[in-house]
Nanobody, 121 residues
């Protein structure tokens, strides 16, 4: 059974930092592209950052609105991806979801249940 479990969300003041974690089980983790998406109330889910699997050299990608503030990295020995979020803004609050997808052959993907990030004074 595949599981993606996010953790690390919470309440932080504007300008603060959080580190989200996504731990996976039931998949060959290193072969999956891991993405972070977020969804705020009334808005569509959007891609925040992604890190490729070893097939594509673990390259990272960021949405323009988080470049320079968020850093996405993976530890394949722990089956975990981390999203370091710095300089959090009042427009960043959302439920942040982890997404795992294969990169070659038949595409298979999975979602975590999300973790809430709140930015407020």
């Amino acid at each position: 059974q595949v599981q993606l479990v996010e953790s690390g969300g919470g309440l932080v003041q504007p300008g603060g930092s959080l580190i989200l974690s996504c731990s996976a089980s039931g998949i060959i983790f290193s072969l999956y592209r891991i993405g972070w998406y977020r969804q705020a109330p009334g808005k569509q889910r959007e891609l925040v950052a992604a890190v490729a699997g070893i097939t594509y050299g673990s390259n990272t990608d960021y949405a323009d609105f988080v470049k320079g503030r968020y850093f996405n990295y993976r530890d394949n020995t722990k089956n975990t991806v981390y999203l370091q979020m710095n300089g959090l803004k009042t427009e960043d609050p959302a439920v942040y979801y982890c997404h795992a997808a294969t990169e070659v052959g038949r595409i298979v993907d999975y979602w975590g249940k999300g973790t809430q990030v709140t930015v407020s004074t």
